[in-house]
C-alpha cells in the first residue's frame, strides 16, 4: 500500500485494506455518494476530510471479459500505484489536480485488483455538467486552456482529457482529475492528441446544448489560454 500518514492518521492508517472497502465507510456512515461508470467510485466523507474511493475497472472492448482484473508485470506498473506517484509529483509542482492519499493493489497469481484513494476536490462541478446549466464567459474558457498548458508544462499525458475530467468552481478557478493511465513524458505528439480528444469530447456533450455554451468560438478562447502560458 502507498500512503500518505500526515492525511490518513494513525487510526485509519491501521485500517489499512479497509480503506478500500466500500462498507467499511458505510458502517461508518461516511459514504456521502456513490457513482457508477467505467472506475466505480464513492465519495467519502470523514469529520473534515472528503476524498473518493475509486475501484479500476477496464473501459472498452476489455470490459466485460475481464471487468476489474489486470495482468501483473510489476509493482511498478500497478494502476492505482502509477497514478498516485504521478499525482504526487504533479501536487508537489503545485499543479491543480487532487492529492492522493492511499493507493493498494490485491495479487492473485498473474492477476491483480487495485484502488486509489484521492482528496475529493470540494466547490467544483465537472465541466460537463456546467455547460449543461449555462454558457461560460470567456476568462474560464481561458483558465482551462491555461490549466492545459500548466499540465503539458510538466510532462503531464492524460489519458482521458474530457469534459468530464475537468472541473470547475463557481470562483473561476479549473482542475483536472483522472490520471489513470497517465504519463510523465517530454514534449511531443500527445500534448495535440489531448487537446483533439477534448474537443472531441465538448463537442459531443454541446450536441444536445443550447448553442452558447460551446462553438468554435469558445475553443478559441480556450487555446488563447493555452498558448497564452
Not at 489519458?159 to 470562483?171: Q, V
Request: include cysteine.
Amino acid at each position: 500500500m502507498l500512503a500518505d500518514p500526515a492525511m490518513l492518521g494513525n487510526s485509519l492508517l491501521d485500517s489499512r485494506e479497509s480503506l478500500f472497502d466500500p462498507q467499511f465507510w458505510a458502517a461508518r456512515g461516511e459514504v456521502s455518494a456513490t457513482l457508477g461508470g467505467r472506475g466505480a467510485a464513492w465519495f467519502l466523507r470523514s469529520g473534515e476530510r472528503q476524498w473518493v474511493l475509486r475501484h479500476s475497472r477496464r473501459g472498452g472492448l476489455l470490459a466485460p471479459m475481464t471487468g476489474d482484473r489486470y495482468v501483473w508485470i510489476d509493482e511498478e506498473r500497478v494502476r492505482s500505484f502509477a497514478e498516485w506517484r504521478m499525482l504526487e509529483l504533479l501536487v508537489t509542482r503545485g499543479l491543480p489536480v487532487p492529492k492522493p492519499v492511499a493507493a493498494l493493489y490485491r495479487r492473485s497469481g498473474l492477476i491483480y485488483r487495485c484502488d486509489l484513494i484521492t482528496e475529493r476536490i470540494t466547490g467544483s462541478q465537472p465541466l460537463s455538467a456546467v455547460l449543461a446549466a449555462a454558457a461560460l464567459p470567456e476568462s474560464v474558457w481561458r483558465e482551462i486552456g491555461t490549466v492545459i498548458a500548466r499540465l503539458h508544462d510538466a510532462g503531464a499525458d492524460h489519458a482521458d482529457l474530457n469534459a468530464h475530467n475537468i472541473l470547475c468552481a463557481n470562483g473561476g478557478s479549473v482542475s483536472v482529475i483522472d490520471f489513470d493511465r497517465g504519463r510523465l513524458r517530454p514534449p511531443g505528439a500527445w500534448q495535440q492528441k489531448n487537446l483533439v480528444r477534448l474537443q472531441r469530447s465538448l463537442h459531443k456533450i454541446s450536441r444536445t446544448l443550447q448553442n452558447d455554451r460551446f462553438s468554435a468560438r469558445e475553443w478559441a478562447w480556450l487555446l488563447l489560454g493555452y498558448q497564452a502560458k
